[in-house]
Protein backbone atom coordinates (compact mmCIF):
# COMPACT_ATOMS: atom_id res chain seq x y z
CA UNK A 1 0.00 0.00 0.00
CA UNK A 2 2.87 2.36 0.89
CA UNK A 3 4.64 1.70 -3.02
CA UNK A 4 1.48 2.57 -4.00
CA UNK A 5 0.54 5.53 -2.25
CA UNK A 6 4.26 6.95 -3.15
CA UNK A 7 3.25 6.36 -6.74
CA UNK A 8 0.25 8.34 -6.72
CA UNK A 9 2.05 11.47 -5.01
CA UNK A 10 4.95 11.34 -7.87
CA UNK A 11 2.06 12.40 -10.67
CA UNK A 12 1.61 15.33 -12.09
CA UNK A 13 -1.12 17.33 -10.25
CA UNK A 14 -2.43 18.67 -13.67
CA UNK A 15 -2.47 15.78 -15.83
CA UNK A 16 -3.08 13.22 -13.33
CA UNK A 17 -0.10 11.21 -14.84
CA UNK A 18 3.44 10.51 -14.43
CA UNK A 19 5.25 13.92 -15.07
CA UNK A 20 6.79 14.00 -18.46
CA UNK A 21 9.68 16.53 -18.66
CA UNK A 22 9.32 16.52 -15.00
CA UNK A 23 10.28 20.03 -13.52
CA UNK A 24 10.36 20.57 -9.66
CA UNK A 25 8.60 24.19 -7.78
CA UNK A 26 10.13 25.67 -4.88
CA UNK A 27 7.97 24.18 -2.78
CA UNK A 28 9.32 20.53 -3.68
CA UNK A 29 6.39 19.20 -5.98
CA UNK A 30 6.80 17.56 -9.66
CA UNK A 31 5.15 18.62 -12.31
CA UNK A 32 5.24 18.37 -15.92
CA UNK A 33 7.21 21.16 -17.65
CA UNK A 34 4.62 22.01 -20.01
CA UNK A 35 1.61 21.50 -17.69
CA UNK A 36 3.03 23.96 -15.31
CA UNK A 37 4.10 26.24 -17.82
CA UNK A 38 0.42 26.70 -19.40
CA UNK A 39 -1.15 26.63 -15.85
CA UNK A 40 0.78 30.03 -14.66
CA UNK A 41 0.52 31.27 -18.26
CA UNK A 42 -3.31 31.24 -17.83
CA UNK A 43 -2.94 32.51 -14.27
CA UNK A 44 -2.38 36.01 -12.69
CA UNK A 45 -0.58 34.44 -9.88
CA UNK A 46 1.71 31.76 -10.29
CA UNK A 47 1.27 28.82 -7.60
CA UNK A 48 1.66 25.29 -7.00
CA UNK A 49 -1.25 23.17 -8.46
CA UNK A 50 -0.96 20.84 -6.04
CA UNK A 51 -0.68 22.90 -2.11
CA UNK A 52 -1.38 26.58 -3.73
CA UNK A 53 2.03 27.76 -2.34
CA UNK A 54 2.20 31.17 -4.10
CA UNK A 55 5.90 32.31 -6.13
CA UNK A 56 7.15 35.34 -6.80
CA UNK A 57 8.29 36.38 -9.26
CA UNK A 58 7.71 33.44 -12.07
CA UNK A 59 10.09 30.58 -11.00
CA UNK A 60 12.47 29.66 -14.20
CA UNK A 61 12.40 25.97 -13.92
CA UNK A 62 14.69 23.38 -14.95
CA UNK A 63 13.94 19.75 -16.17
CA UNK A 64 15.25 17.43 -13.13
CA UNK A 65 17.13 14.82 -14.94
CA UNK A 66 17.80 12.54 -12.20
CA UNK A 67 13.97 12.47 -11.69
CA UNK A 68 13.19 12.17 -15.58
CA UNK A 69 15.26 8.83 -15.06
CA UNK A 70 13.27 8.01 -11.78
CA UNK A 71 9.98 8.25 -13.43
CA UNK A 72 11.00 5.94 -16.78
CA UNK A 73 11.83 3.24 -14.87
CA UNK A 74 8.68 3.73 -12.34
CA UNK A 75 6.31 3.70 -15.90
CA UNK A 76 7.63 0.29 -16.57
CA UNK A 77 6.19 -0.90 -13.31
CA UNK A 78 2.13 0.98 -13.69
CA UNK A 79 -0.07 -0.09 -15.39
CA UNK A 80 -0.72 2.17 -18.19
CA UNK A 81 -5.26 2.28 -16.75
CA UNK A 82 -3.85 2.73 -13.32
CA UNK A 83 -6.19 4.98 -12.27
CA UNK A 84 -8.69 4.90 -15.37
CA UNK A 85 -12.16 4.34 -14.86
CA UNK A 86 -13.68 0.88 -15.33
CA UNK A 87 -17.15 0.75 -17.49
CA UNK A 88 -19.54 1.21 -14.42
CA UNK A 89 -17.34 3.35 -12.15
CA UNK A 90 -18.27 7.28 -11.20
CA UNK A 91 -15.42 9.56 -13.03
CA UNK A 92 -14.35 12.05 -11.07
CA UNK A 93 -15.97 15.57 -11.84
CA UNK A 94 -12.62 17.56 -11.84
CA UNK A 95 -10.88 15.05 -14.50
CA UNK A 96 -9.83 16.82 -18.03
CA UNK A 97 -9.43 14.17 -20.97
CA UNK A 98 -9.11 10.90 -19.66
CA UNK A 99 -11.69 10.66 -16.52
CA UNK A 100 -10.21 8.51 -13.53
CA UNK A 101 -12.45 6.78 -11.09
CA UNK A 102 -14.15 8.61 -8.12
CA UNK A 103 -12.93 7.61 -4.70
CA UNK A 104 -15.24 10.17 -2.77
CA UNK A 105 -17.77 12.44 -3.14
CA UNK A 106 -18.05 15.65 -1.02
CA UNK A 107 -21.41 17.14 0.15
CA UNK A 108 -20.25 20.94 0.22
CA UNK A 109 -18.67 20.78 -2.88
CA UNK A 110 -21.31 18.53 -4.31
CA UNK A 111 -18.74 16.96 -6.62
CA UNK A 112 -16.66 13.56 -6.57
CA UNK A 113 -13.68 13.14 -6.69
CA UNK A 114 -10.43 10.92 -8.10
CA UNK A 115 -7.78 9.92 -5.23
CA UNK A 116 -5.36 12.49 -6.89
CA UNK A 117 -7.96 15.49 -6.67
CA UNK A 118 -9.40 14.40 -3.40
CA UNK A 119 -5.67 15.09 -2.10
CA UNK A 120 -6.45 18.90 -1.58
CA UNK A 121 -9.44 17.81 0.98
CA UNK A 122 -6.66 15.59 3.24
CA UNK A 123 -4.07 18.21 3.31
CA UNK A 124 -5.42 21.40 3.04
CA UNK A 125 -7.31 23.24 6.43
CA UNK A 126 -9.44 24.93 4.37
CA UNK A 127 -11.44 21.26 3.24
CA UNK A 128 -11.48 20.57 6.69
CA UNK A 129 -15.10 21.50 7.59
CA UNK A 130 -16.51 19.02 4.28
CA UNK A 131 -18.41 16.08 4.44
CA UNK A 132 -16.86 13.14 2.23
CA UNK A 133 -18.80 10.14 1.58
CA UNK A 134 -19.06 7.55 -1.02
CA UNK A 135 -18.68 8.04 -4.38
CA UNK A 136 -22.63 8.83 -5.19
CA UNK A 137 -23.67 9.40 -8.60
CA UNK A 138 -26.97 11.33 -7.63
CA UNK A 139 -25.44 13.82 -5.06
CA UNK A 140 -28.17 16.04 -5.96
CA UNK A 141 -31.16 13.61 -4.27
CA UNK A 142 -29.32 14.09 -1.13
CA UNK A 143 -29.75 17.74 -0.82
CA UNK A 144 -33.48 18.94 -0.01
CA UNK A 145 -35.17 20.68 -3.20
CA UNK A 146 -36.63 22.86 -1.37
CA UNK A 147 -34.14 24.62 0.84
CA UNK A 148 -31.11 23.32 -0.83
CA UNK A 149 -29.60 21.49 2.58
CA UNK A 150 -28.28 18.23 3.21
CA UNK A 151 -31.06 15.96 4.23
CA UNK A 152 -29.27 14.44 7.62
CA UNK A 153 -33.14 14.08 8.91
CA UNK A 154 -35.67 11.53 9.31
CA UNK A 155 -39.20 12.36 9.66
CA UNK A 156 -41.15 8.84 11.01
CA UNK A 157 -44.88 10.65 10.51
CA UNK A 158 -44.08 10.79 7.02
CA UNK A 159 -41.88 8.38 5.93
CA UNK A 160 -38.79 10.39 4.08
CA UNK A 161 -35.82 12.45 4.36
CA UNK A 162 -35.50 16.04 5.69
CA UNK A 163 -33.00 18.75 6.33
CA UNK A 164 -33.04 20.68 9.21
CA UNK A 165 -35.03 23.32 8.04
CA UNK A 166 -37.83 21.27 7.12
CA UNK A 167 -37.68 20.02 10.73
CA UNK A 168 -38.54 23.46 11.81
CA UNK A 169 -40.92 23.83 9.61
CA UNK A 170 -43.39 21.87 7.73
CA UNK A 171 -42.33 19.10 10.09
CA UNK A 172 -42.16 20.72 12.91
CA UNK A 173 -44.73 18.74 15.39
CA UNK A 174 -43.70 15.30 13.43
CA UNK A 175 -41.92 12.14 15.08
CA UNK A 176 -38.48 13.12 13.74
CA UNK A 177 -34.95 11.64 14.25
CA UNK A 178 -31.29 11.99 12.91
CA UNK A 179 -30.80 9.97 9.93
CA UNK A 180 -27.61 8.30 11.40
CA UNK A 181 -29.78 6.99 14.31
CA UNK A 182 -32.76 5.72 11.91
CA UNK A 183 -30.49 3.65 9.78
CA UNK A 184 -29.11 1.93 13.29
CA UNK A 185 -32.31 1.05 14.20
CA UNK A 186 -33.82 -0.15 10.86
CA UNK A 187 -29.97 -1.96 10.09
CA UNK A 188 -31.36 -5.04 11.96
CA UNK A 189 -34.81 -5.00 10.04
CA UNK A 190 -32.96 -4.89 6.43
CA UNK A 191 -30.49 -7.98 8.39
CA UNK A 192 -33.73 -9.95 8.90
CA UNK A 193 -34.94 -8.61 5.32
CA UNK A 194 -31.72 -10.06 3.68
CA UNK A 195 -31.88 -13.48 6.59
CA UNK A 196 -35.25 -13.50 4.88
CA UNK A 197 -34.48 -13.23 1.01
CA UNK A 198 -31.29 -15.21 1.13
CA UNK A 199 -33.91 -18.21 2.81
CA UNK A 200 -35.83 -17.82 0.02
CA UNK A 201 -33.37 -17.81 -2.63
CA UNK A 202 -32.11 -20.80 -0.75
CA UNK A 203 -35.78 -22.62 -0.74
CA UNK A 204 -36.06 -21.58 -4.49
CA UNK A 205 -32.72 -23.24 -5.40
CA UNK A 206 -34.19 -26.31 -3.54
CA UNK A 207 -37.55 -26.34 -5.55
CA UNK A 208 -35.07 -25.84 -8.55
CA UNK A 209 -33.38 -28.52 -8.08
CA UNK A 210 -36.71 -30.38 -6.99
CA UNK A 211 -38.17 -29.66 -10.30
CA UNK A 212 -34.54 -30.66 -12.45
CA UNK A 213 -35.35 -33.92 -10.26
CA UNK A 214 -38.89 -34.49 -11.36
CA UNK A 215 -38.16 -33.43 -15.11
CA UNK A 216 -35.17 -36.40 -14.78
CA UNK A 217 -37.86 -38.67 -13.23
CA UNK A 218 -41.27 -38.21 -15.23
CA UNK A 219 -39.11 -38.45 -18.69
CA UNK A 220 -36.98 -41.39 -17.15
CA UNK A 221 -40.39 -42.80 -16.30
CA UNK A 222 -41.74 -42.33 -19.66
CA UNK A 223 -38.71 -43.94 -21.22
CA UNK A 224 -39.82 -47.03 -19.10
CA UNK A 225 -42.98 -47.22 -19.60
CA UNK A 226 -43.07 -46.36 -23.37
CA UNK A 227 -40.30 -49.49 -23.78
CA UNK A 228 -42.67 -51.56 -21.44
CA UNK A 229 -45.31 -50.63 -24.04
CA UNK A 230 -43.55 -51.81 -26.76
CA UNK A 231 -42.97 -54.74 -25.33
CA UNK A 232 -46.48 -55.78 -24.78
CA UNK A 233 -47.60 -54.24 -28.20
CA UNK A 234 -45.31 -55.94 -29.72
CA UNK A 235 -46.48 -59.54 -27.95
CA UNK A 236 -50.08 -58.62 -28.58
CA UNK A 237 -49.24 -58.25 -32.48
CA UNK A 238 -46.85 -61.70 -32.06
CA UNK A 239 -50.40 -62.76 -30.97
CA UNK A 240 -52.37 -61.74 -33.77
CA UNK A 241 -49.71 -62.73 -36.41
CA UNK A 242 -49.48 -66.19 -34.75
CA UNK A 243 -53.49 -66.29 -34.73
CA UNK A 244 -53.38 -64.71 -38.78
CA UNK A 245 -50.98 -67.81 -39.42
CA UNK A 246 -53.02 -70.26 -38.08
CA UNK A 247 -56.06 -69.45 -39.66
CA UNK A 248 -54.08 -69.35 -42.62
CA UNK A 249 -52.92 -72.53 -41.85
CA UNK A 250 -56.22 -73.83 -41.36
CA UNK A 251 -57.96 -72.77 -44.32
CA UNK A 252 -55.02 -74.39 -46.24
CA UNK A 253 -55.02 -77.80 -44.54
CA UNK A 254 -59.38 -77.86 -44.82
CA UNK A 255 -59.02 -76.58 -48.81
CA UNK A 256 -56.41 -79.25 -49.09
CA UNK A 257 -58.65 -81.84 -47.62
CA UNK A 258 -61.90 -80.58 -49.62
CA UNK A 259 -59.89 -80.82 -52.62
CA UNK A 260 -58.74 -84.51 -52.08
CA UNK A 261 -62.15 -85.98 -51.60
CA UNK A 262 -63.65 -83.59 -54.66
CA UNK A 263 -60.96 -85.05 -56.67
CA UNK A 264 -60.78 -88.33 -55.53
CA UNK A 265 -65.04 -88.65 -56.51
CA UNK A 266 -63.88 -86.53 -59.65
CA UNK A 267 -61.71 -89.96 -60.57
CA UNK A 268 -64.36 -92.02 -59.93
CA UNK A 269 -66.68 -90.30 -61.86
CA UNK A 270 -64.35 -89.78 -64.82
CA UNK A 271 -63.23 -94.13 -64.84
CA UNK A 272 -66.91 -94.62 -64.50
CA UNK A 273 -67.57 -91.93 -67.42
CA UNK A 274 -65.01 -93.97 -69.43
CA UNK A 275 -66.65 -97.19 -69.01
CA UNK A 276 -69.88 -95.93 -69.32
CA UNK A 277 -68.76 -94.63 -73.01
CA UNK A 278 -66.98 -97.78 -74.24
CA UNK A 279 -70.45 -100.02 -73.03
CA UNK A 280 -72.44 -97.44 -75.15
CA UNK A 281 -70.34 -97.80 -78.28
CA UNK A 282 -70.99 -101.83 -77.78
CA UNK A 283 -74.75 -101.14 -77.17
CA UNK A 284 -74.67 -98.82 -80.21
CA UNK A 285 -72.43 -101.84 -82.31
CA UNK A 286 -75.04 -104.49 -81.17
CA UNK A 287 -78.06 -102.79 -82.19
CA UNK A 288 -76.88 -102.65 -85.77
CA UNK A 289 -75.86 -106.34 -85.79
CA UNK A 290 -78.20 -108.76 -87.57
CA UNK A 291 -76.74 -112.04 -85.52
CA UNK A 292 -80.20 -112.17 -83.31
CA UNK A 293 -78.31 -114.92 -81.30
CA UNK A 294 -74.80 -112.26 -79.86
CA UNK A 295 -77.50 -109.72 -79.25
CA UNK A 296 -79.64 -112.12 -77.24
CA UNK A 297 -76.78 -113.09 -75.42
CA UNK A 298 -74.70 -109.85 -74.75
CA UNK A 299 -77.60 -107.47 -74.14
CA UNK A 300 -78.13 -108.78 -70.93
CA UNK A 301 -74.43 -108.33 -69.53
CA UNK A 302 -74.41 -104.98 -71.03
CA UNK A 303 -77.68 -103.45 -69.76
CA UNK A 304 -76.78 -103.79 -66.22
CA UNK A 305 -74.30 -101.15 -66.77
CA UNK A 306 -76.94 -98.44 -67.08
CA UNK A 307 -78.22 -98.82 -63.55
CA UNK A 308 -75.48 -97.14 -62.06
CA UNK A 309 -74.92 -96.40 -58.24
CA UNK A 310 -73.04 -93.76 -58.26
CA UNK A 311 -74.11 -90.51 -56.67
CA UNK A 312 -75.27 -87.48 -58.31
CA UNK A 313 -74.23 -83.83 -57.49
CA UNK A 314 -76.71 -81.79 -55.81
CA UNK A 315 -76.86 -78.59 -58.16
CA UNK A 316 -77.34 -76.01 -55.69
CA UNK A 317 -75.50 -72.91 -54.65
CA UNK A 318 -72.11 -73.90 -52.72
CA UNK A 319 -70.22 -71.80 -49.88
CA UNK A 320 -66.41 -72.14 -49.82
CA UNK A 321 -64.55 -70.26 -47.25
CA UNK A 322 -66.97 -67.06 -47.10
CA UNK A 323 -68.24 -68.16 -43.31
CA UNK A 324 -64.97 -67.31 -42.82
CA UNK A 325 -64.07 -64.40 -43.42
CA UNK A 326 -67.00 -62.99 -41.87
CA UNK A 327 -65.84 -64.66 -38.68
CA UNK A 328 -62.23 -63.47 -39.18
CA UNK A 329 -64.23 -59.80 -39.68
CA UNK A 330 -66.37 -60.12 -36.48
CA UNK A 331 -63.61 -61.13 -34.58
CA UNK A 332 -61.35 -58.18 -35.77
CA UNK A 333 -64.16 -56.06 -35.17
CA UNK A 334 -65.02 -56.47 -31.69
CA UNK A 335 -60.59 -56.62 -31.21
CA UNK A 336 -61.06 -53.19 -32.73
CA UNK A 337 -63.96 -52.15 -30.53
CA UNK A 338 -61.95 -54.05 -27.25
CA UNK A 339 -58.94 -51.79 -28.25
CA UNK A 340 -60.70 -48.79 -28.83
CA UNK A 341 -62.26 -48.65 -25.29
CA UNK A 342 -58.95 -49.93 -24.01
CA UNK A 343 -57.12 -46.88 -25.77
CA UNK A 344 -59.83 -45.18 -23.95
CA UNK A 345 -58.64 -46.09 -20.44
CA UNK A 346 -54.82 -46.30 -21.38
CA UNK A 347 -55.55 -42.39 -22.10
CA UNK A 348 -57.14 -41.69 -19.37
CA UNK A 349 -54.09 -43.02 -17.47
CA UNK A 350 -51.98 -41.70 -19.18
CA UNK A 351 -53.38 -38.05 -18.10
CA UNK A 352 -54.26 -38.93 -15.00
CA UNK A 353 -49.77 -39.29 -14.20
CA UNK A 354 -49.30 -38.11 -10.93
CA UNK A 355 -46.68 -35.66 -10.98
CA UNK A 356 -45.25 -32.84 -8.32
CA UNK A 357 -46.99 -30.09 -9.87
CA UNK A 358 -50.61 -29.60 -9.05
CA UNK A 359 -53.08 -30.20 -12.56
CA UNK A 360 -54.58 -26.97 -13.25
CA UNK A 361 -58.69 -27.08 -12.79
CA UNK A 362 -60.17 -26.25 -16.31
CA UNK A 363 -62.14 -23.43 -16.83
CA UNK A 364 -64.25 -23.81 -19.60
CA UNK A 365 -67.01 -26.39 -19.77
CA UNK A 366 -65.38 -27.95 -23.05
CA UNK A 367 -62.25 -28.25 -21.09
CA UNK A 368 -64.08 -30.42 -18.11
CA UNK A 369 -65.90 -32.70 -20.52
CA UNK A 370 -62.71 -34.01 -21.47
CA UNK A 371 -62.74 -35.45 -17.78
CA UNK A 372 -66.30 -36.56 -17.88
CA UNK A 373 -67.22 -40.22 -16.74
CA UNK A 374 -70.58 -41.83 -17.17
CA UNK A 375 -71.83 -42.56 -14.04
CA UNK A 376 -74.72 -45.10 -13.30
CA UNK A 377 -76.64 -45.16 -9.83
CA UNK A 378 -75.71 -48.56 -7.70
CA UNK A 379 -79.79 -50.44 -7.07
CA UNK A 380 -78.11 -52.64 -3.85
CA UNK A 381 -77.74 -48.75 -2.57
CA UNK A 382 -80.89 -47.43 -3.74
CA UNK A 383 -83.73 -46.35 -0.87
CA UNK A 384 -87.10 -48.14 -1.14
CA UNK A 385 -88.79 -45.02 -1.30
CA UNK A 386 -87.02 -44.39 -4.84
CA UNK A 387 -87.66 -45.46 -8.16
CA UNK A 388 -84.52 -46.01 -10.36
CA UNK A 389 -84.79 -45.15 -14.32
CA UNK A 390 -83.11 -44.21 -17.38
CA UNK A 391 -80.90 -46.95 -17.34
CA UNK A 392 -80.16 -46.36 -13.67
CA UNK A 393 -79.20 -42.77 -14.53
CA UNK A 394 -82.65 -40.98 -12.70
CA UNK A 395 -83.93 -40.98 -9.36
CA UNK A 396 -87.69 -40.42 -8.44
CA UNK A 397 -89.29 -40.16 -4.88
CA UNK A 398 -92.34 -42.00 -5.16
CA UNK A 399 -95.13 -42.50 -2.65
CA UNK A 400 -95.46 -46.31 -1.91
CA UNK A 401 -91.79 -48.31 -1.27
CA UNK A 402 -91.01 -50.29 -3.61
CA UNK A 403 -89.67 -54.02 -2.82
CA UNK A 404 -86.58 -54.13 -3.27
CA UNK A 405 -84.33 -57.13 -2.15
CA UNK A 406 -82.30 -57.16 0.84
CA UNK A 407 -78.88 -55.78 0.93
CA UNK A 408 -76.34 -54.76 3.66
CA UNK A 409 -75.14 -51.70 0.89
CA UNK A 410 -79.14 -50.75 0.84
CA UNK A 411 -79.80 -47.11 2.26
CA UNK A 412 -82.90 -47.98 4.92
CA UNK A 413 -83.61 -44.13 6.11
CA UNK A 414 -82.06 -41.27 3.72
CA UNK A 415 -83.97 -41.05 0.15
CA UNK A 416 -80.34 -41.57 -1.03
CA UNK A 417 -78.43 -43.73 -3.48
CA UNK A 418 -74.76 -44.08 -4.41
CA UNK A 419 -73.18 -44.50 -7.87
CA UNK A 420 -71.99 -47.89 -8.91
CA UNK A 421 -68.69 -46.49 -10.18
CA UNK A 422 -65.68 -45.95 -8.01
CA UNK A 423 -63.96 -42.36 -8.52
CA UNK A 424 -60.42 -41.90 -8.97
CA UNK A 425 -57.86 -39.37 -10.76
CA UNK A 426 -59.82 -36.23 -12.37
CA UNK A 427 -63.46 -37.05 -13.37
CA UNK A 428 -66.55 -34.85 -14.31
CA UNK A 429 -70.14 -35.20 -13.97
CA UNK A 430 -73.37 -33.02 -14.05
CA UNK A 431 -76.93 -33.66 -12.27
CA UNK A 432 -80.17 -32.67 -13.50
CA UNK A 433 -82.08 -31.13 -10.97
CA UNK A 434 -85.81 -31.49 -11.32
CA UNK A 435 -88.63 -29.00 -8.97
CA UNK A 436 -87.92 -29.05 -4.93
CA UNK A 437 -84.64 -29.92 -3.39
CA UNK A 438 -81.72 -32.28 -3.70
CA UNK A 439 -78.34 -33.22 -2.84
CA UNK A 440 -75.56 -33.80 -4.66
CA UNK A 441 -72.69 -35.69 -2.93
CA UNK A 442 -69.66 -37.74 -3.25
CA UNK A 443 -69.02 -40.65 -0.44
CA UNK A 444 -66.61 -43.53 0.50
CA UNK A 445 -68.14 -47.09 0.14
CA UNK A 446 -68.01 -47.56 3.59
CA UNK A 447 -70.38 -44.87 4.53
CA UNK A 448 -72.99 -45.70 7.29
CA UNK A 449 -76.48 -46.98 5.59
CA UNK A 450 -78.65 -46.41 8.78
CA UNK A 451 -79.95 -43.22 11.15
CA UNK A 452 -80.08 -39.64 10.21
CA UNK A 453 -75.73 -39.67 10.48
CA UNK A 454 -76.10 -41.55 7.34
CA UNK A 455 -77.12 -38.79 5.55
CA UNK A 456 -74.63 -37.10 2.56
CA UNK A 457 -73.17 -34.56 4.81
CA UNK A 458 -74.03 -35.11 7.99
CA UNK A 459 -70.51 -37.19 8.83
CA UNK A 460 -66.90 -37.30 7.73
CA UNK A 461 -67.28 -39.57 4.94
CA UNK A 462 -69.25 -37.57 2.13
CA UNK A 463 -69.14 -34.30 1.30
CA UNK A 464 -73.01 -33.29 -0.27
CA UNK A 465 -74.13 -29.55 -2.09
CA UNK A 466 -77.81 -28.38 -1.24
CA UNK A 467 -79.85 -27.38 -4.22
CA UNK A 468 -82.87 -25.82 -3.60
CA UNK A 469 -85.11 -23.29 -5.34
CA UNK A 470 -83.39 -20.32 -3.53
CA UNK A 471 -80.72 -21.37 -2.14
CA UNK A 472 -77.65 -23.53 -1.76
CA UNK A 473 -75.72 -25.21 1.09
CA UNK A 474 -72.42 -27.23 1.85
CA UNK A 475 -72.77 -29.79 4.65
CA UNK A 476 -69.64 -32.45 5.45
CA UNK A 477 -69.31 -33.72 9.06
CA UNK A 478 -72.79 -32.12 10.37
CA UNK A 479 -71.28 -28.64 9.55
CA UNK A 480 -73.67 -26.76 7.24
CA UNK A 481 -72.55 -23.19 5.18
CA UNK A 482 -74.60 -21.45 3.25
CA UNK A 483 -73.57 -20.56 -0.33
CA UNK A 484 -74.56 -17.88 -2.92
CA UNK A 485 -74.95 -18.27 -6.63
CA UNK A 486 -76.85 -18.32 -9.57
CA UNK A 487 -80.17 -20.65 -9.48
CA UNK A 488 -79.21 -23.34 -11.99
CA UNK A 489 -81.38 -26.45 -12.66
CA UNK A 490 -77.88 -28.32 -13.48
CA UNK A 491 -75.01 -29.10 -11.27
CA UNK A 492 -71.50 -29.71 -12.82
CA UNK A 493 -68.98 -31.63 -9.93
CA UNK A 494 -65.38 -31.37 -10.84
CA UNK A 495 -63.32 -34.56 -8.79
CA UNK A 496 -59.42 -34.48 -8.70
CA UNK A 497 -58.34 -37.33 -6.59
CA UNK A 498 -54.79 -37.07 -6.12
CA UNK A 499 -54.91 -33.71 -5.73
CA UNK A 500 -57.79 -33.55 -2.65
CA UNK A 501 -59.99 -31.22 -4.58
CA UNK A 502 -63.71 -31.41 -4.88
CA UNK A 503 -65.79 -28.03 -6.79
CA UNK A 504 -69.31 -27.86 -7.49
CA UNK A 505 -70.33 -25.46 -10.45
CA UNK A 506 -73.96 -24.07 -11.50
CA UNK A 507 -74.21 -24.85 -15.04
CA UNK A 508 -75.75 -22.62 -17.36
CA UNK A 509 -74.48 -20.67 -20.68
CA UNK A 510 -71.86 -20.33 -18.52
CA UNK A 511 -70.10 -22.48 -15.18
CA UNK A 512 -69.74 -20.36 -12.30
CA UNK A 513 -68.29 -21.84 -8.99
CA UNK A 514 -70.63 -22.55 -6.05
CA UNK A 515 -67.94 -24.73 -3.67
CA UNK A 516 -64.42 -25.98 -3.65
CA UNK A 517 -63.33 -27.98 -1.20
CA UNK A 518 -59.81 -29.18 -0.46
CA UNK A 519 -58.68 -31.76 1.75
CA UNK A 520 -57.08 -35.30 1.38
CA UNK A 521 -59.38 -38.28 0.02
CA UNK A 522 -58.36 -41.51 1.29
CA UNK A 523 -60.26 -43.81 -0.92
CA UNK A 524 -62.65 -44.09 -3.87
CA UNK A 525 -65.13 -42.18 -3.79
CA UNK A 526 -68.78 -42.65 -5.40
CA UNK A 527 -71.28 -40.04 -6.67
CA UNK A 528 -74.13 -39.83 -4.62
CA UNK A 529 -77.95 -38.77 -4.89
CA UNK A 530 -79.85 -37.71 -2.20
CA UNK A 531 -83.52 -36.24 -3.07
CA UNK A 532 -86.21 -34.74 -1.07
CA UNK A 533 -89.99 -35.19 -1.70
CA UNK A 534 -92.47 -37.19 -3.34
CA UNK A 535 -92.30 -36.80 -7.30
CA UNK A 536 -88.43 -34.38 -7.11
CA UNK A 537 -86.02 -36.07 -9.12
CA UNK A 538 -82.32 -36.31 -9.53
CA UNK A 539 -80.64 -37.40 -13.58
CA UNK A 540 -77.05 -38.27 -13.70
CA UNK A 541 -76.83 -36.58 -17.28
CA UNK A 542 -75.22 -38.54 -20.73
CA UNK A 543 -72.73 -36.05 -21.49
CA UNK A 544 -71.24 -36.78 -24.87
Known amino acids: MALRLDQEKLCCSVCLDLP??????????????????????????????????????????????????????????????????????????????????????????????????????????????????????????????????????????????????????????????????????????????????????????????????????????????????????????????????????????????????????QEKLEEELVQLRGKAAELQQLSHSDDHILVLHKYPLLSDLCDSDSPRLKIQPLKHFEDVVAAVTEACDTLKDVLNEEGLKISLRVSEVDVLLPQPEPKSRDEFLKYSRQITLDPNTVNAGLSLSEGNRKATVVREKRLYPSHRDRFTDCLQVLSGEGLTGRCYWEVQRGSGGISVAVAYKDLIRTGSESGFGNNGESWALGCFDMSYNFRHNNVRTVLSGPRSSRIGVYLDHRAGSLSFYSVSDTMTLLHRVQTTFTQPLHAGLWVYWVGDTAELCELK
Open 20 to 265: KDPATLPCGHSCCMSCVESHWDEEAVYSCPRCKQTFSPRPVLVISSMFAALLEALKKTVPADRFSAAPGDLTCDFCTGRKLKALKSCLVCRVSYCELHLQPHYESPAFKTHTLVKPSENLQEKFCSRHDEVMKIFCRTDQQTICVLCSMDDHKDHDTVSAVEERKERRSELAMSVQKIKQRIDDLETDVTVLQQEVAAINHSADEVVQNSEVIFKDLVSVIEERSSAVKEEIRSQAKTEVSRVKGL
